[in-house]
Each structure stands twice: as structure tokens, then as C-alpha cells.
T-cell receptor, first 114, second 117 residues
Framework: AAGVIQSPRHLIKEKRETATLKCYPI?????VYWYQQGPGQDPQFLIS???????DKGSIPDRFSAQQFSDYHSELNMSSLELGDSALYFC?????????????FGPGTRLTVL | AQSVTQPDIHITVSEGASLELRCNYS??????LFWYVQSPGQGLQLLLK??????LVQGIKGFEAEFKRSQSSFNLRKPSVHWSDAAEYFC???????????????FGKGTKLSVIP
């Protein structure tokens, strides 16, 4: 079965640079979620989109922005990168059916900021 | 605000032994509950989930979990552990949000499972 695709899988950036992470949800899924997992930490919810509209927002820094496009893929844009942004970024997708849908996670993008 | 507590940071069991990973949550209503497993450097794989109904939930790979409302717990169990079960296990609470869409997950800190051959 098709899974969530994230690209790139690994990304190395310098401080103050920008980064764009991409997420391709499972076909027919209408909701995308972004999570950040710091080293040795639990994943933290950043933001979600349902039918291309932002549906919820968590602990996402103002330097980060995200959107979901007409083909349902999503991009997380990160500017003025800081050392603390080094983390594993997960995208998850789901098909919302009465709210009891399951979030399926992608393999993650490992961002290293030097 | 919701929270999830996994009291055991690291557990070591022998292959073939039984396993129970503890999870307690704090949330004002009946939560959605999940267990995910993560191998090193890998993504999160869903083991099982609870939305409502039968409080004993069966998952993949022979895992099960029981929702106990009175104890605010959702412990994960497996009768016989295999070496391939070594990984990190995360318990999570799904908190529905208003408007269109679904829920955001709040994770516990995780329990690392080591298996002795």
C-alpha cells in the first residue's frame, strides 16, 4: 500500500539559511499534519491542514510556515534556521471520517543545522 | 491541557518473556488513545488505537492494550516478546479540535525496549 512520502530524507543547512520540506500524503487523504521530534525527544505537533486550509496550530515558530496545495501535498518552509531547529520532521496524513481517522506517518526528514 | 506519562524510560526483557508498557494520560474528556513504535532513525508505525467501544484493543505484531478509564491508563501488552520488538514505544493522546479536521497527537516521552536474546 502507498505510504506517506517525505522529501528530502536528509537535509543539512547552515544557520540563518532557509529550508523547505515536502510531504506527499497517502492518495485520497485530505489532512496533513507536521510534527517535530528533537534528539531524544517525543514528537511535538506543529500544524495541520484539512482540505488545503489550516485546521490547527501547535508549537510552530513564527519563522516557520506551511501550506497544503491543490494536489494535497504540503510544504513546511523554515527560515532563519537556528541550531535548535535540528530535528526529525514528520509528516502524517489521514482521511477524516467523523474525526476517528488514523494518522499515518512518513519516514521523516532529518534536518541538521550547522 | 492534555498530557501523557510513560513512567518507564527504558525496559529490558528476555526474548519470549511477557511485556507490559505503562501509559497514563491526563485529559478532561474521553480521549483517543494510540500506541506507536519507532525503530532507530525510522518513522512512527501505528500499533493500535482506541476511539470508543471495547476497552481491550488488538493491534499488529501481537500487541494489545487496555483502556481503563478509572485509572486513566492505556497499557500496552504482549505475551511473548521477539528480538525484533526492540524499539522505542510512544503512547499518544488524540485531542479533537473544533472546526473541520481531526485531532492533534500529544505524545509521551517514550519507553525504549531492549530485548535480550
Amino acid at each position: 500500500a502507498a505510504g506517506v512520502i517525505q522529501s528530502p530524507r536528509h537535509l543539512i543547512k547552515e544557520k540563518r539559511e532557509t529550508a523547505t520540506l515536502k510531504c506527499y500524503p497517502i492518495p485520497r487523504h485530505d489532512t496533513v499534519y507536521w510534527y517535530q521530534q528533537g534528539p531524544g525527544q517525543d514528537p511535538q505537533f506543529l500544524i495541520s491542514f484539512y482540505e488545503k486550509m489550516q485546521s490547527d496550530k501547535g508549537s510552530i515558530p513564527d519563522r516557520f510556515s506551511a501550506q497544503q496545495f491543490s494536489d494535497y501535498h504540503s510544504e513546511l518552509n523554515m527560515s532563519s534556521l537556528e541550531l535548535g531547529d535540528s530535528a526529525l520532521y514528520f509528516c502524517a496524513s489521514s482521511l477524516v471520517v467523523t474525526g476517528t481517522d488514523t494518522q499515518y506517518f512518513g519516514p521523516g526528514t532529518r534536518l541538521t543545522v550547522l | 491541557a492534555q498530557s501523557v506519562t510513560q513512567p518507564d524510560i527504558h525496559i529490558t526483557v528476555s526474548e519470549g518473556a511477557s511485556l507490559e508498557l505503562r501509559c497514563n494520560y491526563s485529559y478532561g474528556a474521553t480521549p483517543y488513545l494510540f500506541w506507536y513504535v519507532q525503530s532507530p532513525g525510522q518513522g512512527l508505525q501505528l500499533l493500535l488505537k482506541y476511539f470508543s467501544g471495547d476497552t481491550l484493543v488488538q493491534g499488529i505484531k501481537g500487541f494489545e492494550a487496555e483502556f481503563k478509564r478509572s485509572q486513566s491508563s492505556f497499557n500496552l501488552r504482549k505475551p511473548s516478546v521477539h528480538w525484533s520488538d526492540a524499539a522505542e514505544y510512544f503512547c499518544a493522546v488524540g485531542v479533537p479540535y473544533s472546526g473541520a479536521g481531526s485531532y492533534q497527537l500529544t505524545f509521551g516521552k517514550g519507553t525504549k525496549l531492549s530485548v535480550i536474546p
